[in-house]
């Protein structure tokens, strides 16, 4: 992807979704992706990112969001597993306990480390790009709505 360097707020209403996608942006890095009713008054609705993810809606073909960097601004234990998640091909998914075996130093059957798996998943701040909507048993950072239309789109 080329480096984006513009900062600010881009928002594109999705026939799909029933809502807007909407991207916080700063030096290159997405920092959120968020699904309002409403965009930001102050929303631009032109960024490359945007155009992925439409391409990413409309269905038509796997989309992979490897070239986008997302700024992770959460902590170290709650990054590892967001990374994981990443890793999920599209049109796969997994379960909770296999996100946290698959999260180097965290074990499914430890209690602690299985609520760290879904407080990252609650928490993600880039849901689409990091495809929480593929951990079938866990959260997403995404409304439900939003969530289930992202299941039925990759045939989950």
């Known amino acids: 992807m080329e480096d984006v360097t513009d900062a600010g ?5 999705s026939t799909y979704l ?35 993810l439409f391409e990413y809606l409309d269905g038509l073909e796997p989309v992979t969001f490897d070239d986008v960097q997302v700024a992770l601004t959460i902590p170290t234990d709650q990054r590892a597993v967001l990374e994981q998640v990443q890793s999920i091909p599209y049109g796969d998914q997994v379960d909770v306990a296999t ?8 074990d499914p ?12 998943l609650d928490e993600n701040p880039a849901p689409i790009l990091i495809p929480d909507h593929r951990v079938r048993d866990g959260p997403s950072a995404a409304p439900p709505a939003v969530e289930q239309k992202l299941r039925s789109l990759e045939e989950l």
């Open 99 to 106: 996100l946290t075996q698959m999260t180097p130093d965290l």
């Open 9 to 13: 707020i881009y928002a594109r209403e």
């Open 109 to 120: 059957d430890d209690q602690d480390d299985v609520i760290l798996v879904r407080t990252a």
């Open 18 to 52: 029933d809502r807007y996608v909407q991207l916080g942006a700063a030096s290159g890095r997405v920092l959120t992706v968020s699904f309002p009713d409403v965009p930001e008054g102050d929303a631009e609705d032109d960024h490359p990112v945007l155009d992925q």
